[in-house]
């Protein structure tokens, strides 16, 4: 792996390598990756110094938004339960919102946390609930992103619309 080249197919610097890191490392670390797949048992992660490349499999790319009418309390409360990575809640504004955006192996737990966080009851007179959108893209499937939104007590999880494909990495 070169300085400034792409990552080899199927890995991923969680932390950037410097030149002086590679010089450091011993021949037998510099060797090309194998593709996905080919790797030996227990070879999944290899830690460089401060770097680790990861030799797994693809990534699900989830990214998005909701919005809380008076169930912010709660909903931060059951978000920080399942330790909260990857989520924020801005403040300042008139807006109280989580916002989302995260690279994850798999988008189950992440799907079954904003389902939680959906059916939250309204909290006010007009009986407002939870609202959002996630973009979901798997670049294992090869079918293009998926749309979580968030309504009515729900998460309807359906193909997301062709406009939203300038997101996809």
């Not at 990552?7 to 090309?32: M, N």
């Not at 399942?82 to 008139?94: D, R």
Request: hydrophobic residues 40%.
């Amino acid at each position: 792996m070169l300085l400034g080249s792409p990552s080899p197919p199927g890995t991923t610097l969680a932390t950037p390598v410097t030149a002086r890191a590679l010089q450091a490392l011993p021949s037998h670390t510099k060797a090309p990756l194998r593709a996905p797949g080919r790797r030996p048992r227990g070879a999944q992660n290899r830690r460089i110094g401060a770097a680790i490349i990861r030799r797994m499999g693809a990534w699900v790319y989830v990214r998005g938004w909701l919005e809380f009418s008076g169930q912010e309390a709660e909903a931060k409360r059951i978000i920080q339960a399942e330790g909260g990575e990857g989520w924020s809640f801005p403040e300042g504004g008139w807006l109280d919102a989580a916002c989302f955006a995260r690279a994850v192996r798999s988008p189950d737990e992440v799907l079954a946390l904003v389902r939680r966080v959906a059916a939250l009851p309204a909290t006010d007179e007009d009986g407002d609930r939870v609202s959002g959108l996630l973009l979901v893209f798997d670049e294992r499937d090869g079918t293009g992103q998926a749309e979580w939104q968030v309504r009515d007590g729900q998460v309807f999880v359906d193909r997301a619309p062709s406009r939203y494909d300038y997101l996809r990495r």
